[in-house]
Nanobody, 114 residues
Framework: VQLQASGGGLVQAGGSLRLSCTGSGSSFSFTVMGWYRQAPGKQRELVATIVSGTNTNYADSVRGRFTISRDNAKNTVYLQMNSLKPEDTAVYYC?????????WGQGTQVTVSS
């Protein structure tokens, strides 16, 4: 099973980016999909998760600016990031969970310039 993330890049503060992550090689749909991020010198932290359907959860730091969604038919999770801030700069990792295994994508760099 592989998760392939894309959509990162360099953007000015206040701008937007959309991340995508698609799972392949599995015969199942992930129960939970999500995004995490890790900034230099910091621990990896949760950004947002979505359970099959519309049950979502966001970190306080991104709530109201980021929107997570998923296409179950494509085994794909998206993260729409608006009003980006320099502190959003990090490597963003997608995650897919199907008990009892948690799968991770390779990470995509998001850099927000001030």
């Amino acid at each position: 099973v592989q998760l392939q993330a894309s959509g990162g890049g360099l953007v000015q503060a206040g701008g937007s980016l959309r991340l995508s992550c698609t799972g392949s090689g599995s015969s199942f749909s992930f129960t939970v999909m999500g995004w995490y991020r890790q900034a230099p010198g910091k621990q990896r932290e949760l950004v947002a998760t979505i359970v099959s359907g519309t049950n979502t959860n966001y970190a306080d730091s991104v709530r109201g600016r980021f929107t997570i969604s998923r296409d179950n038919a494509k085994n794909t999770v998206y993260l729409q990031m608006n009003s980006l801030k320099p502190e959003d700069t990090a490597v963003y990792y997608c995650n897919g969970f199907f008990s009892p295994v948690s799968y991770w994508g390779q990470g995509t760099q998001v850099t927000v310039s001030s």
